[in-house]
């Protein structure tokens, strides 16, 4: 074989050589997307939004928009006692982004217009502990209006009474709940053994009995409206403790009780009563040339 022949056979089996690398260089690459579109349909579960304690929560504790969140939760094991906020999961993978799209904005929508289902439960007060990121569930709270309310929301050892209250005695309806009051007992007074003239005009006499006393409700409206200023009603609720109960008793039954509204800048003082109890006052009669008198001494 000539040797002219012999070099042009080993350039072209180097030559075929090199094509066939070049070409299994290109075709590499066109295998990686099909491998991440094979992965793709594994991390597209439906999610539906849950809504869970933004923190940890104890009983007693009044719910605000910041102690709750929502959270992305597979759709197959959201429990029926969660809560959701009602939008639908992606029914299949391939259509996941219109679908979010979509139900990302009408849940904007949703929450501009009513906001949100999370504002159904503020003002909620809770009756077990909630640990931050845990779902909420009905059996753990207790909804405004719901029985059992007034007990939950009350502070530990606390108790909840109502007196009578009328515009004039609680501050011409300024008194909201949530607001701190002192209470005032005005009655009149005893003039003992002493003997009172057809001319002799009633005594009365007023001392504070309670003190930074919180109002619990208004007749039966234990949160005021958002556009409310004042609340009429004939019962204000407050909160006490068990030995300043039995003082609100003794208080009521001896004359006329009045709440006066404290400022929001002076609710940090002792809160109870003021003393044991309203001090007991005594009439003398005073004879002036030939006139009798009647002195209140307290």
């Known amino acids: 074989m000539k040797p002219a022949r012999i070099i042009v056979i080993c350039v072209a089996a180097v030559a075929a050589i090199g094509l066939a690398l070049v070409v299994r260089a290109m075709g590499s690459p066109s295998n990686e997307p099909t491998a991440v579109a094979a992965a793709a349909p594994v991390d597209a579960r439906p999610m539906a939004k849950v809504l869970v ?18 959270k992305d939760w597979p759709v197959d094991e959201v429990n029926p006692a969660f809560i959701t906020d009602g939008t639908r ?17 009408t849940r904007a929508a949703t929450d501009l217009a009513t906001g949100g289902a999370k504002e159904d439960y503020v003002g909620s007060v809770v009756r ?12 753990k709270i207790v909804r405004a209006g719901d029985s059992g309310y007034m ?69 039966q409206s234990t949160r005021a409206g958002d556009d409310e200023q004042t609340v009429i009603g004939a019962t204000a609720t407050l909160e006490v403790g068990p030995r300043d109960a039995e003082a609100l008793a003794l208080a009521k039954s001896e004359g006329e009780l009045s709440l006066i509204l404290r400022s929001y800048a002076d609710t940090g003082g002792p809160s109870g009563r003021v003393s044991a109890g309203p001090r007991q006052s005594a009439a003398v009669r005073v004879y002036r040339g030939g006139a009798p008198e009647v002195v209140v001494v307290q």
Not at 91 to 100: D, I, L, R, V, Y
Not at 128 to 139: C, F, H, K, T
């Open 128 to 139: 077990e502990p909630i640990l931050a990121g845990e779902p909420i569930v009905l059996r």
């Open 53 to 70: 304690a933004a923190k940890d929560l104890q009983p007693g504790k009044r719910l605000e928009g910041s102690d709750l969140d929502w």
């Open 151 to 219: 007990a939950a929301y009350l502070e530990p050892g606390m108790r909840a009474m109502a007196i009578r209250v009328t515009v004039e005695t609680a501050a011409g309806g300024f008194i909201l709940p949530g607001d701190r009051v002192d209470v005032v007992l005005t009655r009149e007074t005893t003039l003992g053994n002493i003997g009172a003239t057809e001319g002799d005009r009633s005594k009365f006499t007023s001392a504070t009995v309670m003190q930074n006393i919180k109002v619990l409700a208004i007749d």
């Open 89 to 105: 999961p992606v029914a299949a993978p391939e259509q996941s982004k219109p679908e979010g799209a979509v139900a990302a904005v």
